[in-house]
């Protein structure tokens, strides 16, 4: 483990050893193949300041070699190969090596133009993108900042000349095409421009107009940009694509498929919940702008990748503005008459009743003594609709636990202020949550139950409403507390 003279006499046995794999059975290469990338990685990251000279630049050419080999004829897309771990560490290799900047920040732009994908849901452009995040905003904000302004000026046109060489190849019945070829003729055609880039001259202004980009440039920039930036074009950038998404996603765009919504959600629900309190609502106005936005998965796919994002982040006063400045959004879609597929898990979302909550989780850090007005204004403004029903019982059956002994006054109120529940059809399982919900207070509670007579209403009129729905077990309760 402490002995790096020893790692690196091993690495050059390694590469020894692939090099006389190349003419044999290739044995040898499908099990070390990747180690000189790692192990160099390794090095540079936790051992540079031991290493000498020569033993700094054998680690840096191992990694250059590794990181620069999607740009060469004969790479074959492959995950493990050592490319993710060689160009994750590229950043750390500006400053030491700061002859080789140029190549070191044309490896990283030139990964990020290629899209192809390695793996489940993830591209090899997303190994340039782990290296920004990870690295080079911390260590070298201009040289991350002219790579976030350089793909998006230069991704479209790339794109445009690999369309163009594609098409010149058909007529000449060429019908392949490499990478490699495209990067060569780009680099040539567009040298000026990544010059620019390179040596960090490149201005915001010069970037391309937004609209105009396809989603995947957009969002793959949008996954470049750290979390709490408070840069001014930054921030205008997050503002601009949070309204062509918006725009998109109502209109079903075709080209935002469902990765390039995935992560674009995900990477906002994050960004929204790092920003300061006064920026969160510029960033959310395009969404809360939509009209009728009960059909669209996209709501609720929304409200998902918050919760989640909130879940790791506990950024609690943000969460709750968030969701704040949602409320009456929800109240307008749970008044409208003509609810839509998507409406109900819009709402089992929002009201936290998403069934991917672990089974044990009874309460949840984001869930304080405040949030019991939050939730009671929800039993008196939309208890009416069957998944407000739904989803305040399973919540109190799960991570809102501890709001029980409110909870059971919010359900009654529910069922008192709207007896058409009677007769409306429930979602399933409403009746199983309401059930456990019931027992658990009665168990816990049976001497309030009995001598206070506000509690023993508030739970004979949940047990009649259950009777009224078949429940057996709200028959033995019933008895029970009489």
Wanted: charge should be negative; aromatic fraction near 12%; charged fraction near 30%.
């Amino acid at each position: 483990e402490d002995d790096y003279k020893l790692v690196i006499s091993d690495t050059k046995e390694v590469i020894k050893g692939l090099q006389n794999d190349e003419s044999g059975n290739k044995s040898f290469t499908l099990f070390y193949r990747s180690v000189p990338a790692y192990t160099c990685a390794v090095l540079i990251r936790d051992y540079f300041d031991k290493l000498d000279v020569t033993e700094r630049e054998f680690c840096k050419n191992i990694i250059l070699e590794y990181a620069s080999s999607p740009l060469r004829t004969d790479y074959q897309y492959q995950i493990a190969d050592g490319v993710s771990t060689a160009v994750n560490v590229l950043p750390l290799l500006l400053k030491p090596f700061a002859q080789d900047c140029r190549d070191i920040k044309t490896v990283l732009l030139f990964t990020l133009f290629d899209s192809n994908p390695i793996g489940m849901n993830q591209h090899l452009s997303d190994y340039s993108v782990s290296a920004v995040l990870n690295h080079l905003w911390r260590d070298s904000f201009p040289d991350a900042n002219s790579i976030f302004l350089g793909y998006l000026l230069l991704k479209p046109k790339i794109d445009d000349l690999g369309e163009s060489i594609r098409k010149e190849n058909y007529k000449n019945n060429i019908y392949t095409l490499s990478n490699s070829s495209i990067i060569e003729r780009f680099a040539k055609k567009h040298e000026a421009e990544i010059t620019e880039v390179i040596s960090n001259k490149i201005t915001y202004d010069k970037v391309p107009t937004l609209n105009e980009l396809d989603s995947d440039t957009l969002v793959t920039a949008f996954l470049l940009l750290p979390l709490k930036t408070q840069d001014k074009n930054h921030k205008n950038f997050v503002s601009d694509i949070s309204s062509i998404f918006s725009k998109r996603l109502l209109e079903r765009d075709d080209e935002v498929d469902y990765t390039h919504e995935h992560r674009f959600l995900e990477k906002f629900a994050y960004f929204v919940l790092t920003s300061k309190k006064e920026d969160i609502e510029i960033y959310l106005r395009p969404f809360l702008d939509i009209d009728n936005f009960k059909s669209l998965r996209i709501m609720a796919d929304l409200f998902r990748e918050f919760v989640i994002a909130e879940d790791g982040l506990i950024q609690y006063e943000e969460f709750w503005i968030v969701w704040n400045l949602f409320y009456s959004k929800i109240v307008e879609m749970c008044n409208d008459k003509n609810l839509r597929s998507y409406s109900s898990e819009i709402v089992h979302n929002y009201l936290l009743a998403w069934p991917y909550w672990k089974k044990d989780a009874k309460e949840w850090h984001s869930l304080k003594e405040r949030e019991k007005a939050f939730f009671s204004k929800v039993a008196e403004d939309i208890g009416h609709y069957p998944a407000v029903l739904y989803s305040l019982s399973k919540l109190l059956n799960e991570i809102g636990r501890s709001f029980a002994s409110e909870g059971i006054f919010w359900i009654s109120s529910i069922l008192e202020n709207n007896p058409d529940l009677t007769t409306k059809e429930l979602e399933v399982n409403t009746v199983y949550y309401l059930e456990n919900l019931v027992r658990g207070y009665i168990l816990r509670n049976r001497h309030k139950v009995r001598t206070t007579p506000k509690v023993k209403k508030q739970i004979l009129l949940i047990l009649n409403f259950l009777l009224e729905k078949g429940s057996a077990s709200a028959y033995l309760l019933r008895e029970d507390i009489l």
